[in-house]
């Protein structure tokens, strides 16, 4: 039996977000503004059904696959939204799932950390995936499960406060999202964030 652990819709893609994706999925390149949906499965193998599910079923283009050991994780995007909405319409059929059999995201850890030293910063710098994080900003880490709906959070994060995206990791164990900014900007930011998070409907995880 497939289970449904992540499906996220993003209607607009933000410029950090868009970039850190481009830079890191190995797929086929999103730019600003484009739609988005992130599908997170297991077991993870099946993620090719889905795959071929979605590339054939509308003008979608996949961004990210990854099948690591237990979960899969798809992200397909493009510049048409109902295309988008279309994909993963399929990708429900095929799993023979409803929008609300996916697994309610819960927030791990949420943390704001003011004026970060320099030498914190230089550690965190190490293994960032997208931009750097300057001494003296507050950094904002948030954790959820499961882990593609870190994306929603992202995204939603930009789009409502002027912050710097340091680091983002939409699959594995958890999902992670590192910030950078002003405490006035990462306040705004983490709120968005959390906020998007909690409007999410579906089942509660069984693990």
């Not at 899969?72 to 939204?81: A, D, Y």
């Not at 004026?115 to 880490?141: C, E, F, T, W």
Request: glycine share 8%; with cysteine.
């Amino acid at each position: 039996m497939t289970d449904l652990r992540t499906f996220v819709y993003l209607d607009r893609l933000q410029p950090q977000f868009a970039a850190y994706l481009g830079a890191n999925a190995r797929g086929y390149i999103p730019v600003p503004g484009m739609a988005a949906t992130f599908i997170e499965i297991a077991p993870g193998v099946l993620i090719n059904e889905i795959t071929n599910a979605v590339v054939k079923s509308a003008d979608v283009q996949p961004g990210l696959m990854v099948v690591e050991r237990v979960f899969g994780v798809l992200e397909f995007h493009s510049t048409k939204q109902a295309d988008v909405k279309h994909a993963g319409d399929a990708v429900l059929k095929t799993l023979g799932k409803k929008m609300t059999d996916r697994v309610k995201p819960k927030v791990l850890s949420s943390q704001i950390i003011n004026k970060v030293n320099p030498y914190h910063a230089q550690m965190v710098n190490i293994s960032r995936m997208s931009s750097m994080l300057l001494p003296g900003q507050d950094l904002y880490i948030l954790e959820v499960q499961p882990a593609a709906y870190i994306a929603l959070a992202a995204n939603e994060a930009e789009k409502n406060s002027n912050v710097t995206l340091v680091d983002c990791r939409v699959f594995g164990a958890v999902g992670r999202l590192y910030l950078g900014g002003r405490q006035s900007d990462i306040e705004r930011a983490a709120g968005a964030a959390e906020a998007a998070i909690s409007k999410v409907t579906g089942v509660e995880s069984k693990k």
